[in-house]
């Protein structure tokens, strides 16, 4: 399958490796929407893409979601990559605050889902849905269990979504370190910690927007692919 001409919206591509996937959507001949929360942020992306259509969307709010899905027109792809930056933690489980894990799956879970529950029925057909995992599902590291827990339910959410929307595609991409531009407000701890991780797995660096935004090419292309997770990690699930 050819993308161009193919109606694709990126929920949250103003950013990171979703302005990446519009990027790549772009250069092969689609016809792009970046949707995001942040007018200024979605203003700026559209004017760097140089090319495309923006949409202020929230995805926290599901009434504004189903708003916005009865009034848009049909897509080929719906790709969501939407993430809120919250503090990473490598402290005691015992000292977790139960309102901090609960705040973790509000766009990334809850949004996914709220996406997936309207966005489905402007998916043409032949189309197909991309949710973003995170490596925690595959990786536990100490002091994250709530994102273990959350990474666990959005792969659990696409298997599921893969049976209840079939014949639409439902895939997923779970990305390793990709350095994005949420990479400068990392806690240096924390960086240091994924500095020295990366050392030791098989590709021994991080990961670039372009190289993850590959992998949902694919997906919007494999026409007999769906219930499927594609890492895109450099090795680290090899790594000790």
């Known amino acids: 399958m050819e993308l161009k001409n193919q109606r694709i919206l990126v929920v949250g591509g103003s950013s990171g490796i979703g302005f990446a996937v519009a990027k790549a959507a772009l250069d092969h001949g689609a ?16 004017d760097r893409l140089g090319g495309g259509e923006g949409a202020q969307l929230d995805v926290t709010d599901e009434p504004s979601v189903k708003s916005y899905f009865e009034g848009s027109s049909q897509f080929d792809h719906i790709v969501f990559t939407a993430a809120d930056w ?8 015992f000292d977790l605050d139960l309102a901090d894990a609960q705040a973790l799956f509000q766009v990334r879970f809850w949004g996914a889902m709220a996406v997936a529950k309207h966005g489905a029925k402007r998916i043409s057909s032949g189309g197909s849905l991309i949710l973003t ?9 100490k002091g994250m269990p709530e994102a273990s827990a959350m990474a666990g339910a959005v792969e659990h959410l696409v298997l599921g979504l893969a049976v209840e929307l079939a014949p639409i595609r439902v895939n997923g991409v779970c990305p390793g370190a990709i350095v994005t531009e949420a990479w400068d407000d990392v806690p240096p701890e924390f960086r240091e910690f994924q500095e020295a991780r990366l050392s030791g797995q098989p590709l021994p660096r991080a990961g670039q927007p372009a190289e993850a935004a590959e992998a949902y090419l694919y997906l919007m292309k494999g026409t007999y692919t769906t219930g499927q997770i594609l890492r895109v990690e450099g090795g680290w699930t090899l790594s000790g």
Not at 31 to 46: E, Y
């Open 31 to 46: 016809k792009v929407t970046i949707a995001s929360s942040k007018a200024d942020r979605l203003h700026d992306a559209v």
């Open 86 to 93: 919250t503090e990473v933690r490598h402290s005691s489980f």
């Open 133 to 141: 995992n995170g490596m925690a599902a595959h990786r536990p590291q």
